[in-house]
């Protein structure tokens, strides 16, 4: 059964770092891509990045140059390194995974940012 859970949230200083992390479980992680999303309050969820098997990412416009998708194969992670981060990067962040046409989301991690 396919599992996702995310950690690495919390409250941040404009201008900070966070990194999230999201542990899958239960199916073969090298095969797939991975992606990041989003949801902030009153707002439809919105994909951050993705990262396919063999590592091409791409990103949302708004954190092109701040935020990096990574994966570990090893240990079944994917990565998402946040830098420079402003008030409206504050949101539900959800690891997702996309297989045999289902969607498959954690239970998300809030990243709050706020002076």
């Known amino acids: 059964q396919v599992q996702l859970v995310e950690s690495g949230g919390g409250l941040v200083q404009p201008g900070g770092s966070l990194r999230l992390s999201c542990a899958a479980s239960g199916f073969t992680f090298s095969r797939y891509a991975m992606n990041w999303y989003r949801q902030a309050p009153g707002k439809e969820r919105e994909l951050v990045a993705h990262i396919t098997p063999g590592n091409f990412r791409q990103y949302r416009d708004s954190v092109k140059g701040r935020f990096t998708i990574s994966r570990d194969n090893a240990k079944n992670t994917v990565l998402l390194q946040m830098n420079s981060l402003q008030p409206e990067d504050t949101a539900v962040y959800y690891c997702?995974?996309?297989?045999?046409?289902?969607?498959?989301w954690g239970k998300g991690t809030q990243v709050t940012v706020s002076s």
């Open positions: 997702n995974l996309r297989k045999d046409e289902m969607d498959y």
